[in-house]
């Protein structure tokens, strides 16, 4: 079953054209495309990828996330298993990453930036650079979510620490700093915070 051959209306997101093909697969990855002149109804596109999800906010563990995503379209997902850290700390993102590992959907964990989320914040546990450390070595893949912007902007040493570290590591690093505006939002982005889902309304204005 790893050998086989799908033929229809060819989607290429990167040339934004549709063509007339066959996709020949050898050892359970494609081979080759040719290009034909068949008379197709299905279109063969690839498949989705969900940017940014919080797992555990669906209340499903991973595989069975997976299981119901694949059938819409999606393939893999960046994955920030945030909600769960506050929860259960280092213990319940292992967790994720273990029973991710069961599945042939594609996950890629960041490590829990703020856990708690500010220091103004209770939690049902800490995360720390020495976790962020041991979460990299079992294939944490970037730093997410850096919502404590009040400790970028204030240079505290527990989170630039993580931030550094990724740097160092070469991973990315996720933003989340809403309405973030001027000076500050200049800072923040000198953090070498490359990503900001949730910076829609920010904007590189004088103070």
């Given at each position: 079953?790893?050998?086989?051959?799908?033929v229809?209306?060819?989607?290429?997101?990167?040339?934004?054209?549709?063509?007339?093909?066959?996709?020949?697969?050898?050892?359970?990855?494609?081979?080759?495309?040719?290009?034909?002149?068949g008379?197709?109804?299905?279109?063969?596109?690839?498949?989705?990828?969900?940017?940014?999800?919080?797992?555990?906010?669906?209340?499903?563990?991973?595989?069975?996330?997976?299981?119901?995503?694949?059938?819409?379209?999606?393939?893999?997902?960046?994955?920030?298993?945030?909600?769960?850290?506050?929860?259960?700390?280092?213990?319940?993102?292992?967790?994720?990453?273990?029973?991710?590992?069961?599945?042939?959907?594609?996950?890629?964990?960041?490590?829990?930036?703020?856990?708690?989320?500010?220091?103004?914040?209770?939690?049902?546990?800490?995360?720390?650079?020495?976790?962020?450390?041991?979460?990299?070595?079992?294939?944490?893949?970037?730093?997410?979510?850096?919502?404590?912007?009040?400790?970028?902007?204030?240079?505290?040493?527990?989170?630039?620490?993580?931030i550094?570290?990724?740097?160092?590591?070469?991973?990315?690093?996720?933003?989340?700093?809403p309405?973030?505006?001027?000076?500050?939002?200049?800072?923040y982005?000198?953090?070498?915070?490359?990503?900001?889902?949730?910076?829609?309304?920010?904007?590189?204005?004088?103070?």
């Amino acid at each position: 079953m790893n050998n086989f051959t799908i033929v229809g209306n060819i989607v290429d997101v990167l040339h934004r054209r549709i063509f007339l093909g066959t996709i020949h697969i050898t050892d359970g990855r494609i081979h080759n495309i040719v290009q034909d002149q068949g008379q197709y109804s299905q279109c063969i596109l690839p498949g989705f990828v969900d940017a940014h999800v919080h797992i555990e906010s669906s209340m499903l563990v991973p595989t069975e996330f997976a299981r119901l995503a694949t059938v819409h379209g999606t393939v893999s997902s960046v994955s920030d298993p945030h909600e769960i850290a506050n929860v259960l700390g280092l213990v319940g993102v292992e967790f994720m990453v273990d029973n991710a590992a069961q599945t042939p959907f594609k996950i890629a964990f960041g490590f829990p930036a703020c856990v708690p989320a500010t220091e103004f914040e209770t939690a049902g546990a800490k995360l720390t650079v020495n976790d962020f450390r041991q979460l990299f070595e079992q294939g944490i893949s970037y730093l997410s979510e850096v919502m404590n912007v009040p400790g970028v902007l204030a240079d505290t040493p527990e989170m630039m620490d993580k931030i550094h570290l990724a740097q160092s590591l070469g991973i990315p690093i996720d933003g989340h700093a809403p309405g973030l505006v001027g000076t500050g939002l200049r800072k923040y982005a000198n953090a070498q915070i490359t990503t900001d889902h949730e910076c829609s309304t920010c904007g590189w204005v004088d103070e």
